[in-house]
């Protein structure tokens, strides 16, 4: 599937050499747009494949919706194409001595009086490198210190299906970017991991002077919380990862499960509604700590209990074996030692006789 759209991809203008700043733009940079609504993008959604606005490296490219699948585009007929085939052709050296494998770039002018600035963009992602997002001071100077601020990062390792990335920019960020000829930029850096199948497609790219943010709407009936289908989740509470239970509109939230050392993950149903089953991180041996620390080693328990989070009993636990030295590996001319062997589960699930768990 990745290959296919690599195949009919269409190539982007590229005009950057390493080891120098990117050419001139083609065309002068656009004026400000008067509505403080207007993107200040030009060609956002890609849709004007001759249009020299945006500038990449590293064998950016474009995936044409009527050569490929309507699906690795978010509007329209094309979107950017990141990730697999990153090789930071025609990638500038940064002032680090580095080069990055891929960038994604357009020049826009901040309004000075902009009363906060929102950044947005479509993707769809896949297979796993991680993507640095910037308002930067040039197409090769990505150090907020020197101008413009980072805007985020994130791993292409995401669920099916087009996603919005969305930040909106006040107060000291916003400081720092009014007034200012920036780039946004998206960039995979120097020393990222790019596998072969890695994807992030970008389409819909905005940059408003404003606070755009989405206008609360009544969920649809399916989604309105009443009790009868409630969720169960973990959130983290600083070092404390717990289980809540609760509505599916997010109301009624209840702590229902703290764990066994405060590290609950990955909590199922049962088929009936009435238990939940989690992998409970801890150590062992568990419950008693051995007096040496390094016997006490990352483990895991399974977990059941009852829908209000009463019951709990544990059905299962993981058995890591404690090595000659733990958790480290020897460093190359130290003497051979073992290593400690440190078992935990993931991804637990019920079957169908709502009887029985499976986990890796």
């Given at each position: 599937?990745?290959?296919?759209?690599?195949?009919?991809?269409?190539?982007?203008?590229?005009?950057?050499?390493?080891?120098?700043?990117?050419?001139?733009?083609?065309?002068?940079?656009?004026?400000?747009?008067?509505?403080?609504?207007?993107?200040?993008?030009?060609?956002?959604?890609?849709?004007?494949?001759?249009?020299?606005?945006?500038?990449?490296?590293?064998?950016?490219?474009?995936?044409?919706?009527?050569?490929?699948?309507?699906?690795?585009?978010?509007?329209?007929?094309?979107?950017?194409?990141?990730?697999?085939?990153?090789?930071?052709?025609?990638?500038?050296?940064?002032?680090?001595?580095?080069?990055?494998?891929?960038?994604?770039?357009?020049?826009?002018?901040?309004?000075?009086?902009?009363?906060?600035?929102?950044?947005?963009?479509?993707?769809?992602?896949?297979?796993?490198?991680?993507?640095?997002?910037?308002?930067?001071?040039?197409?090769?100077?990505?150090?907020?210190?020197?101008?413009?601020?980072?805007?985020?990062?994130?791993?292409?390792?995401?669920?099916?299906?087009?996603?919005?990335?969305?930040?909106?920019?006040?107060?000291?960020?916003?400081?720092?970017?009014?007034?200012?000829?920036?780039r946004f930029s998206i960039v995979i850096q120097s020393g990222t991991d790019?596998?072969?199948?890695?994807?992030?497609?970008?389409?819909?790219?905005?940059?408003?002077?404003?606070?755009?943010?989405?206008?609360?709407?009544?969920?649809?009936?399916?989604?309105?919380?009443?009790?009868?289908?409630?969720?169960?989740?973990?959130?983290?509470?600083?070092?404390?990862?717990?289980?809540?239970?609760?509505?599916?509109?997010?109301?009624?939230?209840?702590?229902?499960?703290?764990?066994?050392?405060?590290?609950?993950?990955?909590?199922?149903?049962?088929?009936?509604?009435?238990?939940?089953?989690?992998?409970?991180?801890?150590?062992?041996?568990?419950?008693?700590?051995?007096?040496?620390?390094?016997?006490?080693?990352?483990?895991?328990?399974?977990?059941?209990?009852?829908?209000?989070?009463?019951?709990?009993?544990?059905?299962?636990?993981?058995?890591?074996?404690?090595?000659?030295?733990?958790?480290?590996?020897?460093?190359?001319?130290?003497?051979?030692?073992?290593?400690?062997?440190?078992?935990?589960?993931?991804?637990?699930?019920?079957?169908?006789?709502?009887?029985?768990?499976?986990?890796?």
């Amino acid at each position: 599937m990745f290959r296919k759209i690599v195949r009919f991809a269409l190539l982007m203008c590229i005009g950057v050499s390493a080891g120098r700043a990117a050419p001139a733009l083609a065309k002068p940079t656009h004026a400000l747009l008067q509505a403080t609504s207007s993107n200040l993008v030009q060609n956002g959604g890609f849709e004007q494949p001759e249009d020299t606005s945006w500038e990449g490296c590293g064998n950016v490219r474009l995936v044409d919706a009527q050569s490929s699948r309507a699906e690795f585009v978010y509007a329209g007929r094309y979107a950017a194409f990141m990730g697999a085939g990153a090789d930071s052709s025609g990638c500038p050296t940064l002032p680090d001595g580095t080069t990055p494998k891929q960038i994604l770039s357009q020049q826009i002018a901040i309004p000075a009086d902009a009363p906060a600035v929102t950044v947005s963009f479509w993707f769809r992602a896949f297979a796993g490198t991680t993507v640095d997002i910037f308002l930067a001071r040039g197409f090769y100077q990505f150090d907020p210190d020197l101008g413009g601020v980072k805007l985020g990062t994130f791993a292409t390792d995401q669920p099916p299906g087009w996603q919005l990335y969305r930040t909106v920019l006040q107060d000291e960020r916003l400081e720092r970017v009014r007034g200012q000829t920036l780039r946004f930029s998206i960039v995979i850096q120097s020393g990222t991991d790019v596998g072969p199948d890695a994807v992030l497609l970008i389409d819909d790219v905005q940059v408003i002077a404003a606070d755009g943010r989405t206008t609360a709407s009544p969920l649809p009936p399916a989604l309105r919380g009443n009790g009868s289908r409630p969720l169960a989740v973990t959130r983290v509470n600083g070092q404390n990862r717990w289980l809540y239970r609760m509505d599916t509109d997010g109301r009624n939230e209840q702590l229902i499960y703290r764990g066994l050392l405060d590290n609950v993950r990955w909590p199922a149903w049962s088929p009936d509604g009435q238990r939940i089953a989690v992998v409970d991180n801890n150590t062992w041996p568990w419950p008693t700590p051995d007096p040496d620390p390094q016997n006490n080693l990352v483990a895991s328990a399974i977990t059941v209990l009852n829908a209000d989070g009463s019951g709990g009993r544990q059905i299962y636990q993981t058995q890591s074996q404690k090595g000659s030295r733990c958790p480290f590996i020897p460093s190359p001319g130290e003497p051979t030692e073992t290593p400690s062997l440190i078992i935990r589960a993931a991804n637990v699930q019920w079957l169908p006789d709502n009887n029985r768990v499976a986990f890796t």
